[in-house]
């Protein structure tokens, strides 16, 4: 063989071995880049889960306070009961008052009824008094000695 098909052969191999080199080199790349689409899909994998489970937390959470709210209004409902019912107490102990009164109305006209009628028998007592003096009087003058 000749020294320039020794040489060609040569640079051919040489081009060969860095056809296989770059390709290596390639290959390598893109096994890095699988893998690091592999590592990034774990990663979305993940935060998927992790954002299923705070939506979860999210939806748990939605219900305490659904919960919560509506043992508010159930208790909003009581106390507005227990507001109607101090209201009609209120309007009853009023209706007693105005019966209370009433009363110490028909008490007060039956004092002045009983002062008025105690003072016409003290009058009257008094002039059946001033009569029985009168009468003993007389019959005092009328006896016979």
């Known amino acids: 063989m000749s020294d320039d098909k020794l040489a060609l052969l040569r640079a051919e191999i040489a081009n060969v071995d860095s056809e296989i080199e770059v390709e290596t080199r390639r290959r390598q ?4 880049d699988i893998a690091s689409h592999v590592e990034r899909a774990k990663l979305l994998a993940d935060a998927t889960v992790n954002a299923e489970s705070e939506m979860r937390l999210h939806k748990i959470a939605a219900g305490v306070w659904q919960g919560k709210i509506k043992v508010i209004r159930d208790e909003t409902k009581v106390r507005e009961a227990r507001i109607r019912v101090l209201e009609d107490e209120i309007a009853r102990l009023k209706d007693l008052k105005g019966v209370r009164y009433q009363t ?31 009468q003993q009087a007389r019959m005092s003058h009328s006896q016979p000695i």
């Open 29 to 32: 790349l893109l096994e890095a």
């Open 104 to 134: 110490l109305g028909m008490i007060e006209a039956l004092r002045v009824n009983y002062d008025q009628a105690l003072a016409m028998n003290r009058e009257e007592l008094d002039c059946l008094e001033r009569q029985q003096r009168f």
